[in-house]
T-cell receptor, first 113, second 113 residues
């Protein structure tokens, strides 16, 4: 079954600290993996996209990694800011000739002063 | 640059009333358009997608329908709302295929009472 599981479900950190969010997937055949940031009550905004051959990609303080062998990805946030408080969603697409995208349930991150 | 507009931002409707949510895209032509629903604490669920005018594919059976009367307009409708239709609805567009990221609208919070 094609699934995307994210952990932890929620996370509280202090401003300035680093954190890592996890994404495990069983989607096959794999096409690409994306991380989105979703502020409360808003639409998701793309942070990174990685294909099979890419194992790391950065976007400012956000760094995503991908291990296609173990089907795991992580999103590392460096020097967190209050504005990083949001849900982070892992999205995996299948390469089926058509389109099929599976969304994780997200990790809710709270950054406290 | 491409932009996506979705309205209204919030909506409270009684059970049995009709629904019409509209989404428009600017700055691109022949986009793939999507309607997603996000239940509280859950991942995004694809409801409908369209690859062209008048072409609608439904991912899950439900009380909702979608239409694409113009190239850059996507409408989500219901003749009679159910309590279970409450949720956060997101419109998105993509350039085509599963190898491209999506750009999401700002979302509509629908509460059926």
């Amino acid at each position: 079954k094609n699934q995307v599981e994210q952990s932890p479900q929620s996370l509280i950190i202090l401003e300035g600290k680093n954190c890592t969010l996890q994404c495990n997937y069983t989607v096959s055949p794999f096409s690409n993996l994306r991380w989105y940031k979703q502020d409360t009550g808003r639409g998701p905004v793309s942070l990174t996209i990685m294909t099979f051959s890419e194992n790391t990609k950065s976007n400012g303080r956000y760094t995503a990694t991908l291990d296609a062998d173990t089907k795991q990805s992580s999103l590392h946030i460096t020097a967190s800011q209050l504005s990083d408080s949001a849900s982070y969603i892992c999205v995996v697409s299948r390469n089926t000739g058509g389109f099929k995208t599976i969304f994780g349930a997200g990790t809710r991150l709270f950054v406290k002063a | 640059s491409q932009t996506i507009h979705q309205w209204p931002a919030t909506l409270v409707q009684p059970v049995g009333s009709p629904l019409s949510l509209e989404c428009t895209v600017e700055g691109t032509s022949n986009p793939n358009l999507y309607w997603y629903r996000q239940a509280a604490g859950r991942g995004l669920q694809l409801l409908f997608y369209s690859v062209g005018i008048g072409q609608i594919s439904s991912e899950v059976p439900q009380n909702l329908s979608a239409s694409r009367p113009q190239d850059r307009q996507f409408i989500l409708s219901s003749k009679k709302l159910l309590l279970s239709d409450s949720g956060f609805y997101l419109c998105a567009w993509g350039a085509g295929g599963s190898n491209y990221g999506y750009t999401f609208g700002s979302g509509t919070r629908l509460t059926v009472v």
